[in-house]
């Protein structure tokens, strides 16, 4: 059992190394690596069901994420309603129109060739939830939140990563503006939308565009 202090007049435990050795450390850096480098965002999803207790317990796991003050300043509404869902898909597709229409530039859209983005989403209605993460200005008390963006950032790659790690996939999806998210899924006003993303099983038939990633030369340096 770990040992309780006070510090501070605040309660503590111990926290103790898991004491790996090096060569086991090392093992499981590459191991987790090659797990995570088997992402892909995807696209087409299957209508194949996946039981509320794997989302929940997928929401739990970024909710675990480091944030301001420990203010954990996120909500995340999940969606199963297939007419709430389908709700989302006209108006996200509303946006998405006018976006790629008129709002993108032809620079941006010829960065987005490669990935086969258009405004269609049906991805919206066809994966069996839709998690729209909500960062919270403030806490529902109107007392202060530190580092929103930040932490909800962090708490993204959390969700991400436990979505891969369950055999589940995902897809990151910034329709822009999305405020209607906030309208359809009735949120308070310290609330935000911030990332809305669909979790299901890839289709049968999903082709991802085969990116590369950058080589650990270009996205680093040690000094
Ligand atoms: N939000 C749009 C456009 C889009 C923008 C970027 I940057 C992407 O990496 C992918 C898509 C859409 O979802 O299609």
Redesign the pocket.
């Known amino acids: 059992m770990s040992q309780k202090i006070l510090i501070n007049n605040f309660p503590y435990i111990s926290y103790a190394n898991k004491n790996f050795d090096a060569d086991t450390i090392l093992e499981k850096s590459r191991t987790f690596y090659e797990q995570m480098d088997a992402r892909r965002s995807v696209r087409e999803f299957s209508d194949k069901p996946v039981n509320q207790e794997v989302i929940e317990k997928i929401i739990q796991t970024a909710s675990t994420a480091p944030s301001g003050a420990h203010k954990q300043p996120w909500t995340f509404v999940a969606i199963q309603n297939p007419e709430i869902k389908s709700e989302i898909r006209k108006a996200a597709e509303k946006e ?1 129109y006018e ?1 790629y229409t008129n709002r993108m530039t032809d620079e941006w859209k010829g960065d ?1 060739k490669p ?1 086969g ?1 258009d405004w269609q989403k049906p991805f919206l209605e066809i994966a069996p939830w839709l998690i729209v993460m909500f960062s919270q200005t403030t806490a529902p008390d109107k007392s202060k939140h530190y580092y929103v963006q930040e932490s909800c950032g962090i708490a993204a790659g959390f969700l991400i990563t436990a979505i891969h790690q369950a055999g589940l996939c995902t897809l990151t ?4 503006p999305m405020n209607f998210l906030k309208k359809i899924l009735n949120r308070p006003d310290n609330e935000r939308p911030y990332l809305l993303l669909p979790a299901g099983y890839a289709a049968d038939d999903c082709y991802v565009p085969d990116i590369q990633r950058k080589e650990l030369s270009e996205v680093s340096v040690f000094i």
């Open positions: 998405e976006s987005l990935l983005t999806h910034t329709p822009s």
